[in-house]
């Protein structure tokens, strides 16, 4: 049941990671990006695997807190 709960949060989450990289990256350059105040030095493939990874880890969080929320109150306090 845990692999199952963690393909529920996983899998939506990898989806809208993809789509919002697609997403952000249409409108912004990479190397335009700044940290603060700081270029970043990192070539536009890292750029883009760090982002994908951070919003997969946002979507993992949202769909996490999805799946709590439809819990019943029995399975939240075991």
């Given at each position: 049941?845990?692999?199952?709960r963690?393909?529920?949060?996983a899998?939506?989450?990898?989806?809208?990671?993809?789509?919002?990289e697609v997403?952000?990256?249409?409108?912004?350059?990479?190397?335009d990006?700044?940290w603060?105040?700081?270029?970043?030095?990192?070539?536009?493939?890292?750029?883009?695997?760090?982002?994908?990874?951070?919003?997969w880890?946002?979507?993992m969080?949202?769909?996490?807190?999805?799946l709590?929320?439809?819990?019943?109150s029995?399975d939240?306090?075991?």
């Amino acid at each position: 049941m845990l692999a199952q709960r963690w393909m529920w949060i996983a899998w939506p989450a990898f989806l809208v990671a993809g789509l919002l990289e697609v997403l952000v990256f249409a409108f912004v350059d990479p190397q335009d990006l700044h940290w603060f105040g700081q270029d970043l030095d990192l070539s536009r493939q890292a750029i883009y695997t760090l982002a994908f990874f951070a919003f997969w880890a946002l979507a993992m969080v949202s769909s996490a807190l999805s799946l709590l929320l439809g819990m019943s109150s029995e399975d939240v306090n075991r």
